[in-house]
Every structure is written in C-alpha cells, then in structure tokens.
C-alpha cells in the first residue's frame, strides 16, 4: 500500500514542484526500487513487508504502467503527424505571406505544397492578352503561377473593355501587355511578368515558346493559331488552346509528345474567309470569354500540378445560349501535317 501511496505522493510533489513529465522518472526509479526489494532472493526482508504487495505484482503494474506510456506517445506522434502534414508547403521557397495567399490551395489535397511549389516553379507563356488571355493571365496570376509571359502587339481600345476584363478604361491607349503586367502585378506582386509588345511571327515563335513549359493560345486568328501550334510541337511544350465566338466557346489541351492529338490534328485546314468570324465581325458575350479563358486556366493548375484528367484528346465545347457543355473526343491524325511525321 504505501508502494502505491509512494506514486501518488511523487506525482503531487512533481504537481508542487512543477516537475512536469520528470515525474515520471522519479516514479520509474520508485518502482525499481519496489521490484528490488521484493525480488525472491530478498524475501521476508522487512522493507517488503512494510511497502506492500509481491513481486509479481509489482512487475505486471510497471508493465501497465509501461503500456499506459506507450500508448500516450504513440497518439501524440500520431497527432504530431497529422499538424505536420502540409510540412512540404513551409518550405524556404515561400515566405510566411505567400504561405497564406496559397493556404486555400495548400488546403486541396490534388495540389497542396508540393503543387504549389511545382506551380510557383512553372513557366507559362500566354498568346493574346484579350478576352481570353485575360481571365487565364488573372486567374494564372492568382494562382501563384512564377513566371508569366505574355504577347500580344496590341493597344487597348474602349470596345476591348466589355470583356477584357484585366485592363481598365485609364489604360486605354496602353499596350495591352502592360496593362496586363499592371494588373497582375497588383493582383500578386510575388511573381514574375514578362511582356512582349510585339505580334508572334515565324521570327520570335520558337525561341520564345521553348523558353517556357506550357503556352496558353487566346489569339482569335487561325494564322497565330496555327503558328502557335506549329512551334510548340516543334519544342514538345503542351499548349492550351481556347477559342469564342458569339455565344458558343471551345477549349482543349493539345500535346502531341504524349500521344494525344495537335491543333493540326483536329483543326487540319484554314477555314474560308468569313466562315470562322471574329469577334469584331460577329460580336462576343462578355461573361463567355471569361468562362472559357478561366477553364483554360483552370487546365494550366491542372496540368502543372497534375491534379485530375486533363483534356487531351479531348475538346470540351460551351454553347452558352444552351446553357450547354460537351466534351467530345478528338484523336491523333498520323498524317497531321504538324505533327504527323514527328512522332507518328
Ligand atoms: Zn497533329
């Protein structure tokens, strides 16, 4: 009895003391002590007597005693565990303010740290800053994507503003890629723009798109459209290719190099003058560029940080006044002009 009284006393002393865990040692040595003096070469020995209980006892207690513990540590490691999971997001890379700006995607688990690590690490290049490319460069922007570069050889113009959301009516007369550069980097100042006031010719298409690891393409002429193709089979970069009019978007990811189909492959011949409008000729919903510029951009997080099915071979087509969305497959044509006798 006083053996037990013994660990109540050292635990209240430790409580006094302020002892914390260290109690608990002082307890161990207690209990060998205990065992000691009850060991069976021992017996009869008068301290035995006036502490309490037998040997056997005393084992089975410490070896609860030892469970009891054991068990203690193991669901505090397994607590400890689980707080530090998102650890591979408290990288040096991230200071403590982007850690918090991205906390919503650390959150999901298809991307979390080392997705935005791999996000802040991308470079994506973006073709067009109008109706598409402005959502997608926003949204890209916002996303944590490190280094954005965008081409375009325009300036803004009061009719973009219906639907270009990323520039403002004080920019007018501004080259649309500073203005875009503006606005992303007050959106997020931790990433880097790149800005290319010219058009994208046969001259600078190459050496640009291999400068990066995925091309989004908003142009809305099939020439730049095909051009922009063209270079990144020629580099196996993946691009992201969306396009509007009127009411009705489409949008797929073209990557030849992993067997899916190019641009070529699904759209092989110039369409005739007057069949594929632009949207200066037939006119354009505003909120309907920024559907399909943010799909496109919601593809971009998808394949760069390899979250979900992505659309290759796939073309995903939004009639708006339908209220509609399909996705339709597209193959490989080995006889693609682009892309054909590269790799088929
Ligand atoms: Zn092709």
């Known amino acids: 009895m006083i053996g037990l009284l013994g660990f109540a006393g050292l635990w209240a002393l430790g409580r006094w003391r302020g002892w914390g865990e260290r109690w608990l040692l002082f307890a161990g040595l207690w209990w060998a002590l205990l065992v000691l003096v009850h060991l069976p070469v021992l017996a009869g020995n008068p301290a035995s007597r006036v502490l309490g209980g037998d040997f056997r006892a005393w084992l089975v207690f410490g070896l609860l005693g030892g469970l009891a513990l054991a068990y203690r540590e193991g669901l505090r490691a397994l607590r ?76 803004v113009e009061g009719s973009n503003l219906q639907r270009q959301v990323i520039h403002t009516d004080a920019r007018i007369g501004m080259p649309k890629v500073f203005s ?9 100042p931790f990433i880097e723009v790149r800005p290319y006031n010219r058009k994208l010719d046969d001259e600078n298409a190459a050496g640009l798109v291999g400068d990066y690891d995925l091309v989004l393409d908003g142009t ?14 020629a580099a196996g970069v993946p691009l992201i290719s969306g ?19 190019c641009y070529a492959c699904v759209f092989p011949v110039r369409p005739a003058p007057g069949l594929a409008p632009s949207c200066a000729e037939a006119g354009v919903a505003a909120p309907l560029p920024g559907v399909i510029g943010a799909m496109m951009a919601m593809e971009a997080v998808k394949w760069i940080t390899g979250a979900g099915t992505g659309l290759s071979g796939r073309l995903m087509i939004h009639d708006a006044l339908l209220a509609e969305t399909r996705v339709i497959g597209v193959k490989r044509r080995t006889d693609c002009a682009v892309c054909g006798s590269k790799t088929g």
Request: hydrophobic share 40%; net charge neutral.
């Open 80 to 155: 400890r565990r689980k707080v530090a999971a998102p650890e591979p997001s408290a990288t040096p890379t991230f200071r403590e303010t982007e850690l918090e700006r991205y906390a919503r995607h650390i959150l999901l688990r298809e991307i979390g740290g080392a997705g935005q690590k791999r996000l802040k690490a991308a470079r994506v290049l973006v073709v067009g800053a109008g109706g598409l490319g402005s959502p997608a460069l926003l949204y890209l922007a916002g996303a944590g994507v490190g280094t954005i570069g965008v081409i375009d050889s325009d300036v």
């Open 180 to 188: 875009a550069e503006a606005a992303m980097k007050a959106l997020n």
């Open 220 to 233: 809305d002429d099939f020439d730049t459209r095909d051009l922009v193709n063209r270079a990144c089979v």
């Open 243 to 261: 396009a509007i009019t009127q009411w009705e978007g489409q949008l797929s990811l073209y990557h030849p190099a992993q067997g899916g189909p």
